[in-house]
């Protein structure tokens, strides 16, 4: 069974800063892994999909990497702001198919 | 708006009552989905469906039904609900071609809980 992990589980920074969040996975037979957005007491916004045969993908401030050899991507946030403030999941679907496993996420909370 | 709506938000069950949580999309996806979120456990699936007629078990289907007898809607049935069941229930749709998913949509989720 695909393990999904994230690390910190919180993290907090200064306003302004560039970070980066960790998700590794234990098998790389994946089709693809997306990253989400959680704000509180609301569903999954998608940020980023990122299909096997891709090694990145951008959109605006972010920017995610896989390395599927590895069993890892990251999620680069440049310019943090406090709407950036929420949890962020990765998720990866299987060859095996039909379904994500998602790891239990990284707090973020960007401080003014 | 365009999207997934569930209902109801918020929900208190007796043990061993029943209930169905609904779930409508208008985006025309052919994959549902049930997940539910735990603390500390992340998301897990409970059932998901390729398309109308077509529904298969996820990681923790025991204690729930589906159906789907249209594109649109997917309801989840819990058939005697349990305290193991109070959780935060969340539906999903993507589109998919040559299963790779497009956009993958949450709904904003049913809160569950079981008394």
């Known amino acids: 069974k695909q393990e999904v992990t994230q690390i910190p589980a919180a993290l907090s920074v200064p306003e302004g800063e560039n970070l980066v969040l960790n998700c590794s996975f234990t098998?790389?037979?994946?089709?693809?892994l997306q990253w989400f957005r959680q704000d509180p007491g609301k569903g999954l916004t998608s940020l980023l999909l990122i299909q096997s045969s891709q090694r990145e993908q951008t959109s605006g401030r972010l920017n995610a990497s896989l390395d599927k050899s590895s069993g890892r991507s990251t999620l680069y946030i440049a310019a943090s702001q406090p709407g950036d403030s929420a949890t962020y999941l990765c998720a990866v679907e299987p060859n095996t198919g039909n379904q994500f496993y998602f790891g239990t996420g990284t707090s973020l909370t960007v401080i003014p | 708006n365009a999207g997934v709506t569930q209902t109801p938000k918020f929900q208190v069950l007796k043990t061993g009552q029943s209930m169905t949580l609904q779930c409508a999309q208008d985006?025309?996806?052919?994959?549902m989905s049930w997940y539910r979120q735990d603390p500390g456990m992340g998301l897990r699936l409970i059932h998901y469906s390729v398309g109308a007629g077509i529904t298969d078990q996820g990681e923790v289907p025991n204690g729930y039904n589906v159906s789907r007898s249209t594109t649109e809607d997917f309801p989840l049935r819990l058939l005697s609900a349990a305290p193991s069941q109070t959780s935060v229930y969340f539906c999903?749709?993507?589109?998919?071609?040559?299963?790779?998913?497009?956009?993958?949509?949450f709904g904003s989720g049913t809160r569950l809980t079981v008394v």
């Open positions: 999903a749709s993507s589109a998919t071609h040559s299963r790779v998913f497009y956009g993958y949509t």
């Open positions: 098998d790389s037979a994946i089709y693809n």
């Open positions: 985006m025309n996806h052919e994959y």
